[in-house]
């Protein structure tokens, strides 16, 4: 059991998220991150489907997606560059606002909200780094986060 | 689309439809007395002749009340083209009078589904919905129109209908083949899938040189002739003892066009033999029994690349005991070549085992679903295919008191229609579960006292009481005459011998 990442390409109208979201729910598929965009072609949209399972499970996932009259095509991306963004509100006051900042720094995140009892950092990259961001984060205390989900594209 | 008889009940929203079809020559409209029964019958016009059946509702209930019928040609694989009417584009999303998501609701249970919403899109749409219920695996598509629709105005030219998409051959035939070729003691199983794809002439060829043993799932019934000394019957978990037995002695299964319904795996996994698969649903391959060897596409197409490659091999047909004479058989007697329906309990178990049903497409059963209702409309569609063909349906009183006012909806278009009830009094199946699995606490499973003759002929048909043998004979001789529609109201609980 691992991680698994489809790029599933589809026509760009209504109700094609639904069909997506409803085959997974219905036939129990395990969906970790779900992101959806248009491509350079307005009339296909490039789902990025991040879920959790056996090889058995991706293979079917893979044939049940085949099936969706919408879908037009269905990628594995198995050598991916992945990324996600992360706003995440934290905790902080004239006392350690600099000591947060400093951390944040190590880690490229950037401020774009300052308050008097907190902060929200904007970080992307891969889920270790967003995670260990996160994890230093914590010990200040988070007050809320908010998640893109992943995209990614596999190389070459 | 080919399409000259539609299923279908009239409503608000679709009435501008019914209009144009009051003076269209070229299409009969049968209606139905529920909805439900429209999609079940447009579902039997479709398993008895392979065109696809179209069933015509209006938004809100009349749209819901196809939901049964949709699902049961899903699970099926049954090519069908629901159309419903839906408020104006003005008023969706408004909860207005009879709206429903219609398309929301059916989206798990149809190979896809359309909302129109402008008559731009009405043609190409319909003409789409038709290639992908034929297409592949088939089964129903919904087209969902919106009253506005119908009211606007377009040039119409006319179109050629659609092309059927049948997917390529893959997997490995020759792997296929050379297990075929090593095996001693292989077992065909034949499923709706050869149905749907006439395989039926390959399927013998293959068996002929095999000269092994064929069994069929609930749905594979008539693929493969039952008169045959190679027919082994029903698999699975409703099967004979005799033919579960045969899955010990085999070395090879070869399934085509059956996905492996929970129903009959549980038999086969206990036997442990090799699995050849051959399924035109390349997700079918590996989803609940992981095969030795596999072929994805259409079971005819796949049969004319394997037959060549397979060696004869010796005949070699088990000697399974001669079936006693119950009710079905002699049912059977009178009517060899009829088309067949059931309903769903222990009448349409004892139908799948016990009828000898020579042709494909003259057994119509809810397989996958199991819907209670589905075998007096999909004899009514049936009949109003195969208009020169004696059609039998045959019912528990549970399921009839879920249907009996399609008696009226057959007698009103003069079908040739006979109505055999296997009545018990009780909801036979829940009472045996019961009886088993409850602690033999019995529960909710009487059925009213209705008397069938009565009924029967109020609403037009001609009716028989049968509670003893020889009487069903009589009963049975006199509707194989008569003209119309026929009831045998065939009481089981008051004879021994009727059991």
């Avoid at chain 1, 010990?139 to 594209?153: D, K, S, W």
């Avoid at chain 2, 579902?43 to 049961?72: E, F, H, Q």
């Avoid at chain 2, 002739?225 to 037995?245: I, Q, R």
């Avoid at chain 2, 996958?368 to 208009?387: D, H, R, S, T």
């Amino acid at each position: 059991m691992r991680n698994y990442l489809l790029s599933v390409f589809v026509n760009n109208h209504f109700g094609v998220l639904t069909r997506i979201s409803g085959l997974f729910a219905r036939r129990g598929y395990n969906i970790k991150s779900l992101t959806v965009g248009e491509t350079d072609d307005p009339a296909v949209s490039r789902m990025t489907i991040e879920f959790f399972g056996d090889e058995h499970t991706l293979g079917q996932i893979r044939k049940q997606l085949s099936k969706v009259v919408d879908v037009i095509s269905v990628r594995l991306l198995d050598d991916a560059v992945s990324r996600e963004l992360f706003l995440i509100k934290v905790k902080a006051d004239d006392n350690n606002r600099e000591t947060i900042k400093g951390v944040a720094e190590i880690f490229k995140a950037k401020i774009v909200d300052v308050c008097p009892n907190s902060l929200i950092f904007e970080i992307t990259g891969e889920e270790s780094k967003t995670k260990a961001f996160f994890d230093m984060m914590s010990t200040y205390g988070v007050i809320e986060i908010a998640r893109t989900g992943v995209t990614a594209l596999q190389r070459g | 689309m080919g399409v000259s008889k539609v299923f279908g009940y009239p409503g608000a929203s679709i009435l501008p439809l019914f209009d144009v079809l009051s003076s269209e020559k070229r299409i009969d409209v049968i209606v139905n007395t529920q909805e439900q029964f429209c999609a079940f019958a447009a579902d039997g016009y479709a398993r008895s002749t392979g065109k696809t059946g179209v069933c015509i509702a209006t938004s809100g209930p009349g749209a819901t009340n196809l939901v049964t019928g949709i699902a049961n040609a899903y699970m099926d694989s049954i090519p069908l083209v629901a159309i419903t009417g839906n408020v104006p584009v003005s008023l969706l999303g408004t909860d207005a009078f009879q709206e429903t998501d219609i398309a929301g609701v059916t989206m798990p249970i149809t190979k896809h589904n359309f909302i129109v919403k402008s008559v731009a899109s009405l043609e190409e749409t319909i003409c789409k919905a038709f290639r992908i219920a034929e297409s592949g695996r088939k089964g129903p598509v919904l087209v969902d129109i919106t009253k506005n629709v119908f009211e606007e105005e377009i040039k119409y030219e006319k179109y050629s209908p659609p092309e059927r998409i049948i997917p390529p051959v893959s997997g490995d035939i020759n792997a296929c083949a050379e297990l075929i070729n090593s095996s001693e003691n292989p077992l065909i199983c034949v499923g709706g899938g050869v149905i749907a794809s006439g395989a039926s002439p390959q399927v013998a060829l293959f068996a002929d040189k095999l000269g092994c043993p064929v069994a069929s799932t609930a749905m594979g019934i008539g693929a493969f002739d039952g008169t045959n000394p190679a027919y082994v019957g029903l698999l699975g978990m409703n099967a004979s003892d005799g033919t579960n037995k045969l899955l010990q002695e085999t070395d090879l299964f070869i399934a085509i066009g059956t996905r492996f319904s929970e129903r009959m795996i549980g038999s086969l996994r206990e036997s442990n033999c090799a699995i050849i698969q051959i399924d035109i649903d390349e997700a079918e391959i590996d989803k609940n029994l992981s095969p030795v060897g596999a072929i994805s596409g259409d079971a005819s197409e796949v049969l004319t690349h394997l037959l060549p490659l397979v060696r004869n091999k010796p005949r070699r047909l088990p000697g399974l005991s001669a079936c006693k004479n119950t009710l079905y058989e002699i049912i059977n007697d009178y009517f060899p070549d009829a088309i067949f329906s059931t309903e769903v309990g222990i009448h349409q178990v004892e139908a799948c085992k016990r009828l000898k049903i020579k042709h494909p497409r003259s057994f119509l059963t809810s397989g996958g679903l199991g819907a209670m209702g589905y075998g007096l409309p999909a004899a009514i569609g049936a009949a109003v295919a195969n208009p020169g063909r004696d059609i039998v349906n045959i019912a528990g009183d549970g399921s009839f008191n879920m249907n009996m006012q399609e008696l009226a909806t057959a007698s009103r278009y003069s079908l040739n229609i006979v109505q055999i009830v296997i009545n018990n009094h009780s909801l036979g199946m829940i009472e045996q579960w019961q009886k088993d699995k409850y602690s033999n606490r019995i529960f909710a499973c009487d059925t009213p006292q209705i008397d069938y003759c009565a009924l029967a002929s109020s609403m037009g048909a001609r009716a028989f009481r049968a509670e003893t043998k020889a009487q069903l004979k009589n009963a049975l001789e006199s509707a194989k005459k008569a003209k119309g529609v026929c009831l045998i109201d065939c009481d089981i609980s008051r004879s021994q011998e009727m059991l």
